[in-house]
């Protein structure tokens, strides 16, 4: 969703903004904006369309002078995309300048009650109606201004604000919606993702709901929602400048494509210990796993897909039942949980509103909670029971790839440690499993060697208006994941489909020439998805087959082009049937011209509903 960032120090507020706006574009890309404490005023400069626009109008930040500013790229909720619904959004005495992530949800009723008393509104925002409380509210005092405003609004949001009276100070709170306050030498910065900032400073201080930050030159003071100064501690981020930059790939998703082998050594190895799964500090003893009548698994799109594999897993290791949901539906739909039920919540940014409501719902019907997440200290991570970390370090693309796998490296190992745990298994089967994920960090570098094959079939197809995903088992659950990167970065139109389903429908859709991408490294399925194969051809399909070596003289009978992908246990498969459909999908992109890291329409972070 949207991306803010605030600045008060020595320097030039302009250039900093611009350039933490950069790393936050993927959040939201299709307006901007900034407010400066300009020679005794709020300047706004704002526009719609991407950074560069903005860039270009402020001549790189040259244009507008002051130490202490705000800046805003949106993802458009409320209004549509146009330069006066970019933010900063301002109050009609010209008094306050705010930029917001996240949704208010009543603000139509406080837009009414406002404009029954006289105020202007110029914008179809739900933001307007924050800047424009502050004035109405303000009487000499921002902070108490802040209390009344946060006490009247409901929904999410993460607001950064500059009031003309104070060009000394920048202002923040948040509820639901991620912001961070940086810490630097003689200068303070505000941030919706830590990567906005990680060139200045990498000390932080996470705002709590409700919790307020004011930020002058040389120091941040800190107030609970009554404004009682509170004390927060700082920490340090761990992750460094370059890996949230591009290094020489010509995108994102390139980057973090290749970066996988590294992403999942680092979430793995520090977990098998003596052959053993070592689960950092979640309590899940053996008794507390005896007493699990059901585990559900839940998240939102290539998180959910995770799911989907895990639950192949878990049912063949543990012989658990296993519900996996999208969190929309969850949250909505009173699923019968008790303290009987372990829910695995998984999220690659911890921030995911659909995601979160559905943890917080799962706690308050007692649940067990335990969160699989890749941003430290998110709200997913400070809110379950117990956190394991993807050490994938940041994810920048839109289009997720690194997160998966290691997502998926952090369920396989879950599953294994309960079947330790358990003794469900027998020692010799588990520990060839452990091996087999100690080996997956090298089989992907091998995996992603050949990059060439696909890039050549993706030259062939590039073009294609519809293509279909099949497989059986884990492959099915890979081939969701394969379908969704297609479509959201190369607008391709995919599904995909289990072929056993094939039959019940969707084979009427095949025709001469239509791409089919059968994966199959399934051996105990291999025969039957042949069949599946056979069918499809005969309506006079292309088929792409995604297997293993000693599976791909048969296939080739079959297939019009494969690509093999190494062995490994059969649940762990995904992880390497998904890396050549990940660079399918990327090289389609690319050779259609698509903005691969900012494909249209989405944003990275989705923190309202
Ligand atoms: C797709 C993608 C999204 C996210 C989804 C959940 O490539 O990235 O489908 O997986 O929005 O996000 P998180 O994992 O942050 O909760």
Redesign the pocket.
């Given at each position: 969703m949207c991306g803010i960032v605030g600045y008060i120090g020595r320097e030039q507020a302009a250039p900093v903004l611009l350039n933490g706006l950069k790393r936050l574009e993927y959040r939201g890309y299709d307006s901007s904006g900034v407010a400066v404490h300009s020679d005794g005023s709020l300047r706004v400069v704002k526009a719609k369309g991407r950074l560069d626009v903005l860039d270009g109008l402020l001549e790189q930040g040259t244009k507008l002078p002051g130490t202490v500013g705000i800046g805003h790229t949106r993802w458009a909720t409320h209004g549509a995309p146009s330069d006066i619904n970019s933010h900063p959004q301002t109050s009609d005495g010209g008094l306050f300048a705010v930029v917001h992530n996240g949704i208010i949800e009543n603000y139509l009723h406080l837009k009414n009650h406002l404009t029954r008393r006289g105020v202007d509104f110029v914008s179809d925002t739900d933001t307007e109606v924050v800047a424009q409380m502050l004035e109405y509210y303000y009487k000499g005092d921002v902070l108490e201004a802040i209390r009344q405003v946060t006490e009247r609004v409901q929904g999410s949001y993460a607001l950064g604000i500059i009031c003309a009276d104070c060009p000394e100070k920048v202002f923040a709170v948040r509820k639901d919606s991620p912001l961070i306050v940086g810490l630097g030498e003689g200068e303070s910065f505000i941030a919706s993702d830590v990567t906005a900032i990680l060139s200045y400073t990498r000390r932080i201080c996470r705002l709590q709901d409700r919790e307020i930050a004011v930020l002058e030159q040389d120091r941040v003071s800190f107030y609970d929602p009554e404004l009682y100064p509170i004390e927060k501690p700082a920490e340090q981020v761990e992750w460094d400048v370059a890996s949230a930059e591009k290094g020489g790939y010509e995108h994102f998703m390139m980057k973090e494509i290749c970066e996988q082998p590294e992403a999942l050594r680092k979430t793995i190895s520090p977990r098998l210990q003596d052959g053993k799964v070592v689960l950092d500090d979640v309590c899940l003893s053996r008794e507390q796993i005896t007493r699990l009548s059901r585990v559900y698994i839940v998240?939102?799109?290539?998180?959910?897909h995770v799911g989907a594999v895990a639950k192949y897993a878990f049912e063949k290791l543990l012989r658990l039942p296993i519900e996996v949901d999208v969190a929309s539906e969850f949250r909505y739909r009173d699923p019968v949980l008790d303290e009987r039920t372990l829910v695995i919540i998984?999220?690659?940014?911890?921030?995911?509103a659909d995601?979160l409501a559905a943890l917080r719902e799962a706690k308050r019907q007692g649940a067990r909670t335990l969160a699989i997440v890749n941003v430290v200290g998110s709200t997913i991570a400070n809110e379950a029971n117990d956190v394991l970390y993807t050490w994938a370090g940041p994810e920048i693309a839109?289009?997720?790839t690194k997160?998966y796998s290691t997502q998926l490296a952090v369920v396989y190992l879950i599953a294994l440690y309960m079947a330790q745990e358990l003794q469900a298994l027998p020692p010799e089967e588990l520990d060839g499993y452990l091996q087999e994920l100690q080996r997956l960090p090298e089989l992907a570098e091998k995996c992603l060697e050949d990059k060439e094959t696909i890039q050549y079939f993706a030259s062939q197809y590039f073009n294609a208006k519809d293509m279909y995903f099949i497989g059986r088992n884990v492959d099915y659950a890979a081939s969701l994941e394969a379908s969704?990167?297609l479509k959201?970065i190369s607008y391709i139109h995919s599904e995909a489909y289990t072929a056993g389903e094939l039959k019940h429908g969707p084979i009427s859709l095949m025709e001469e020439g239509t791409l089919v991408i059968a994966i199959c490294t399934c051996r105990r399925l291999f025969e039957k998805m042949m069949a599946n194969i056979k069918e499809v051809k005969a309506r006079g399909a292309v088929v792409l087959g995604i297997t293993t070596q000693e599976l791909a003289d048969t296939l080739a009978q079959e297939a019009d082009w494969q690509f093999c992908v190494p062995r490994t246990a059969d649940f762990m498969l995904p992880s390497m049937s998904i890396l050549p459909l990940q660079l399918f999908a990327y090289y389609a992109a690319s050779m259609k011209g698509c903005d691969i890291d900012k494909p249209r329409n989405l944003a990275?972070?989705?923190t309202v509903e």
């Amino acid at each position: 969703m949207c991306g803010i960032v605030g600045y008060i120090g020595r320097e030039q507020a302009a250039p900093v903004l611009l350039n933490g706006l950069k790393r936050l574009e993927y959040r939201g890309y299709d307006s901007s904006g900034v407010a400066v404490h300009s020679d005794g005023s709020l300047r706004v400069v704002k526009a719609k369309g991407r950074l560069d626009v903005l860039d270009g109008l402020l001549e790189q930040g040259t244009k507008l002078p002051g130490t202490v500013g705000i800046g805003h790229t949106r993802w458009a909720t409320h209004g549509a995309p146009s330069d006066i619904n970019s933010h900063p959004q301002t109050s009609d005495g010209g008094l306050f300048a705010v930029v917001h992530n996240g949704i208010i949800e009543n603000y139509l009723h406080l837009k009414n009650h406002l404009t029954r008393r006289g105020v202007d509104f110029v914008s179809d925002t739900d933001t307007e109606v924050v800047a424009q409380m502050l004035e109405y509210y303000y009487k000499g005092d921002v902070l108490e201004a802040i209390r009344q405003v946060t006490e009247r609004v409901q929904g999410s949001y993460a607001l950064g604000i500059i009031c003309a009276d104070c060009p000394e100070k920048v202002f923040a709170v948040r509820k639901d919606s991620p912001l961070i306050v940086g810490l630097g030498e003689g200068e303070s910065f505000i941030a919706s993702d830590v990567t906005a900032i990680l060139s200045y400073t990498r000390r932080i201080c996470r705002l709590q709901d409700r919790e307020i930050a004011v930020l002058e030159q040389d120091r941040v003071s800190f107030y609970d929602p009554e404004l009682y100064p509170i004390e927060k501690p700082a920490e340090q981020v761990e992750w460094d400048v370059a890996s949230a930059e591009k290094g020489g790939y010509e995108h994102f998703m390139m980057k973090e494509i290749c970066e996988q082998p590294e992403a999942l050594r680092k979430t793995i190895s520090p977990r098998l210990q003596d052959g053993k799964v070592v689960l950092d500090d979640v309590c899940l003893s053996r008794e507390q796993i005896t007493r699990l009548s059901r585990v559900y698994i839940v998240a939102c799109g290539t998180s959910y897909h995770v799911g989907a594999v895990a639950k192949y897993a878990f049912e063949k290791l543990l012989r658990l039942p296993i519900e996996v949901d999208v969190a929309s539906e969850f949250r909505y739909r009173d699923p019968v949980l008790d303290e009987r039920t372990l829910v695995i919540i998984i999220s690659q940014s911890g921030e995911t509103a659909d995601t979160l409501a559905a943890l917080r719902e799962a706690k308050r019907q007692g649940a067990r909670t335990l969160a699989i997440v890749n941003v430290v200290g998110s709200t997913i991570a400070n809110e379950a029971n117990d956190v394991l970390y993807t050490w994938a370090g940041p994810e920048i693309a839109v289009a997720s790839t690194k997160a998966y796998s290691t997502q998926l490296a952090v369920v396989y190992l879950i599953a294994l440690y309960m079947a330790q745990e358990l003794q469900a298994l027998p020692p010799e089967e588990l520990d060839g499993y452990l091996q087999e994920l100690q080996r997956l960090p090298e089989l992907a570098e091998k995996c992603l060697e050949d990059k060439e094959t696909i890039q050549y079939f993706a030259s062939q197809y590039f073009n294609a208006k519809d293509m279909y995903f099949i497989g059986r088992n884990v492959d099915y659950a890979a081939s969701l994941e394969a379908s969704l990167k297609l479509k959201e970065i190369s607008y391709i139109h995919s599904e995909a489909y289990t072929a056993g389903e094939l039959k019940h429908g969707p084979i009427s859709l095949m025709e001469e020439g239509t791409l089919v991408i059968a994966i199959c490294t399934c051996r105990r399925l291999f025969e039957k998805m042949m069949a599946n194969i056979k069918e499809v051809k005969a309506r006079g399909a292309v088929v792409l087959g995604i297997t293993t070596q000693e599976l791909a003289d048969t296939l080739a009978q079959e297939a019009d082009w494969q690509f093999c992908v190494p062995r490994t246990a059969d649940f762990m498969l995904p992880s390497m049937s998904i890396l050549p459909l990940q660079l399918f999908a990327y090289y389609a992109a690319s050779m259609k011209g698509c903005d691969i890291d900012k494909p249209r329409n989405l944003a990275k972070s989705v923190t309202v509903e």
